[in-house]
């Protein structure tokens, strides 16, 4: 995890409260994804020098629990009293993702040098962003949707009647592998073009020096196809996760439940009055605050 990788992401939701302690939320929006091999300071990582990013659209339905609250600000309480609330989050989350990269100059050159590509890196793109899922870099295949679960915890504060503004991290738990296009091992370089052999294995005596490896040569024979045993390229038994830190705005849309009635309702309603003496027939209608 490199927290200088942090990129922004947005979303839209709706927010309906059932009662005091629970409330459901539907959101739909976009996480960036971005992360890169030699930020790290392992050796083996730096080696591999695989990179990615991915524009995760997702929309998800959660459930929120409430911890902790104080009433929330009306039109009858104190201006300066601000109702906070403070929750746990948990839900499910479908999305739709692509993995992509862009070609490394050092590992053309050595391929190149190598004799496993014949294009000219001179004549090689690196500007430009690639589908790895449709390359395939790696030996199995992946889809482009995916199922997850976030949990999270989060905190709003009721600024006025209408206003509701609010911070929550929200760590998400996926059930895919390939978040990052990196999961179990190379794929067979007799089925990839340059391009695609680039991708699969960005890795080159340039970047495995920079790691500090001594014989940078028979280090690298550990970051290939091998057609006795899979050498590892990932980790398939870990599922990839992320999280997200997101500041909320919203507005507060007054509905018709009981629930709504008895917190949020400040109209004035008209109520009879009792007679004033018992026996009069004399009827008043007056205004009350509720």
Do not use: C
């Amino acid at each position: 995890m490199h927290y200088g990788q942090t990129k922004l992401s947005t979303h839209v939701f709706a927010r309906y409260r059932l009662s005091s302690m629970f409330a459901v939320r539907a959101q739909l929006g976009t996480v960036y994804l971005e992360d890169y091999d030699n930020l790290s300071a392992n050796a083996a990582r730096r080696t591999r020098n695989a990179h990615f990013r991915n524009y995760v659209n997702e929309l998800s339905l959660r459930g929120e629990i409430n911890l902790f609250s104080q009433p929330m600000i009306t039109r009858y309480t104190s201006k300066l009293r601000v109702g906070v609330n403070t929750y746990a989050t948990l839900g499910v989350t479908g999305f739709v993702h692509n993995p992509q990269a862009q070609l490394d100059r050092d590992a053309a050159e050595y391929h190149y040098a190598q004799g496993n590509i014949t294009t000219n890196p001179a004549l090689l793109d690196y500007d430009r962003w690639y589908d790895l899922r449709d390359v395939g870099t790696e030996k199995l295949t992946y889809g482009s949707v995916a199922l997850g679960f976030p949990l999270g915890l989060g905190a709003s504060f009721m600024v006025n009647y209408k206003l509701r503004v609010g911070i929550e991290f929200v760590w998400n738990l996926t059930l895919t592998d390939y978040l990052d296009d990196v999961s179990f091992t190379w794929a067979d370089p007799e089925g990839l073009d340059d391009i695609g052999l680039i991708l699969s294995n960005p890795s080159s005596a340039v970047v495995a020096e920079s790691a500090g490896v001594d014989n940078p040569e028979a280090w690298l024979t550990s970051f290939e196809h091998n057609a006795t045993w899979d050498s590892p390229r990932g980790n398939p038994d870990r599922n990839d996760t992320y999280g997200t830190l997101q500041i909320t705005a919203s507005k507060v849309v007054m509905g018709s439940s009981n629930f709504r009635r008895n917190n949020y309702n400040s109209k004035r309603r008209t109520v009879k009055r009792r007679p004033n003496k018992p026996g009069s027939s004399r009827m008043g209608r007056g205004r009350a605050k509720f």
